[in-house]
Antibody, heavy 120, light 107 residues
């Protein structure tokens, strides 16, 4: 069974940094692309970033480009999201999600999310 | 970024009704579109990808169609468990983008 467990969320002040982690199990991690998707309070889903199976291809939402960095450690079945220069509007529940395939297409399994609150 | 516009933003329907949700892309995206179902307190669930391909385990009352800029998600004979919010997602190009969602409520 695919399991994705996010961690690293919390309360942080604007301008500070936070690193999210996602521990994956139940599938061959290094064969699949991975995504981060978020849902802000009262907002719809927002795709944040994705990374291909071998880290060769990454993509970012315009709202986070230049501030967030996605990475993965295939040896440790782990996905990361380094979030710098955080803004109030980054407040959201952040989901880690597995892709259907090796390159970025559609998330098909999701974790339960980790909450990030950016506030002074 | 490609803008995805869903309509309607919400609808009310009864059990047994058929509903259609549309998603329009701001530029052609071939068939690089998926549909998700989200229920309160739960992670989103992939229903359909490549515009019309069923994800494993999805009931046959769900169907998707479209190519280019216009896409539809159809639900025939709504069941109580289908009342949820539905989103489209394009993966034609980065950044991938979701529609704003369509909430299907019980009439």
């Amino acid at each position: 069974e695919v399991q994705l467990v996010e961690s690293g969320g919390g309360l942080v002040q604007p301008g500070r940094s936070l690193r999210l982690s996602c521990a994956a199990s139940g599938f061959t991690f290094d064969e699949y692309a991975m995504h981060w998707v978020r849902r802000g309070p009262g907002k719809s889903l927002e795709w944040v970033s994705s990374i291909s199976w071998n880290s060769g291809r990454t993509g970012y939402a315009d709202s986070v480009k230049g501030r967030f960095t996605i990475s993965r450690d295939n040896a440790k079945n782990s996905l990361f999201l380094q979030m710098n220069s955080l803004r109030v509007e980054d407040t959201a529940l952040y989901y880690c999600a597995k892709d259907l395939g090796f390159s970025s297409s559609f998330p098909d399994h999701w974790g339960q999310g980790t909450l990030v609150t950016v506030s002074s | 970024a490609i803008q995805m516009t869903q309509s309607p933003s919400s609808l009310s329907a009864s059990v047994g009704d058929s509903v259609i949700i549309t998603c329009r892309a701001s530029q052609a995206i071939r068939n690089d579109l998926g549909w998700y179902q989200e229920k309160p307190g739960k992670a989103p669930k992939l229903l359909i990808y490549a515009a019309s391909t069923f994800q494993s385990g999805v009931p046959s009352r769900f169907s998707g169609s479209g190519f280019g800029t216009d896409f539809t998600l159809s639900i025939s004979s709504l069941q109580p468990e289908d009342f949820a919010t539905y989103y489209c997602l394009q993966n034609y190009s980065f950044p991938q983008t979701f529609g704003q969602g369509t909430k299907v409520e019980i009439k």
